[in-house]
């Protein structure tokens, strides 16, 4: 986005670590003290997924405190983004599936501790469900989840998020934004979140590893631009985590979460 001049340097701000007091406003202290002083069992880090060292943890509470980060800059300049994040499979208790911390759940609890939300909305379109954001916010009223995913992929079990969208293996452009222009803006405008966080995934796009849905970068791009239109529309801000990504050319998968900066400026521009 510099090299191609979108984006200046003063664009982008340099976070501070999200606190211990940060993770347990959503974490087990348990968990935030395996993960700290590096006790995690051979079962945690298989369900993990992904090596442990004290990098990894560093980098989930870099994480997090961008999704604060991101968040916060949301409330003032309508759009704030976070270059990572989106871990939602992370559980209160324990990682899955590549996520330590659930960043989004932290950041949500952060700004309703200080005031300055009383409700979100979480628009998950990763590939894959959002089961740790479906666990983590099970029976909380202050918070509306959103998860369109496929079905048959990870994780096996999937708990309920508010409004689950099991699309089928293959679903494409058309069918995808049915689905999701069917669901999201209607819940804005009856929860009437004071923020939405979206996980802008670029894994459903059809040439991506680890998802088998069939969206181009024009679907995904046409969705990004859904998300934001709308969300603009009832005059609510957005706080933008990249989620997954994992396309044969790498080169695919920037294209994707760069489009979705690109819809957020064309979004702005147009409200």
Not at 3 to 16: I, K
Not at 116 to 139: E, M, P, Q, S, Y
Not at 174 to 200: C, H, S, T, W
Not at 237 to 250: E, H, I, K
């Amino acid at each position: 986005m510099l090299a191609e001049g979108f984006a200046e340097a003063s664009d982008f701000l340099e976070p501070e670590p999200a606190t211990d007091d940060d993770m347990l406003l959503v974490h087990e202290r348990s968990w935030i003290q395996q993960l700290k002083n590096g006790t995690l069992s051979y079962a945690d880090i298989l369900r993990l997924e992904i090596p442990y060292s004290q990098k990894m943890v560093e980098g989930a509470w870099l994480a997090a405190g961008g999704t604060i980060l991101a968040a916060r800059r949301a409330l003032t300049d309508r759009i704030g983004f976070n270059i990572g994040g989106g871990f939602h499979h992370a559980f209160s208790g324990h990682g899955e599936g590549f996520c330590a911390i659930h960043d989004v759940a932290v950041a949500i609890r952060r700004l309703q501790r200080d005031g300055a939300i009383r409700k979100a909305l979480i628009v998950d379109c990763d590939v894959h469900h959002g089961n740790g954001t479906a666990a983590v916010f099970a029976d909380d009223p202050s918070v509306y989840t959103i998860s369109l995913h496929q079905f048959s992929n990870y994780p096996a079990i999937k708990p309920p998020s508010s409004v689950d969208i099991h699309l089928n293996d293959g679903a494409g452009d058309q069918e995808y934004m049915a689905e999701l222009r069917a669901a999201y803006p209607p819940a804005i405008a009856a929860f009437q979140p004071g923020l939405i966080v979206y996980l802008a995934g670029a894994d459903p796009y059809e040439q991506d590893q680890l998802g088998g849905l069939s969206l181009t970068l024009d679907g995904l791009l046409a969705r990004d631009r859904l998300v934001f239109d709308a969300a603009l529309e009832h005059r609510t801000p957005v706080a933008v985590t990249l989620a997954g990504g994992y396309a044969v050319r790498t080169e695919d998968t920037v294209t994707i979460h760069c489009n979705t900066a690109r819809a957020a400026r064309d979004s702005l521009l147009a409200s």
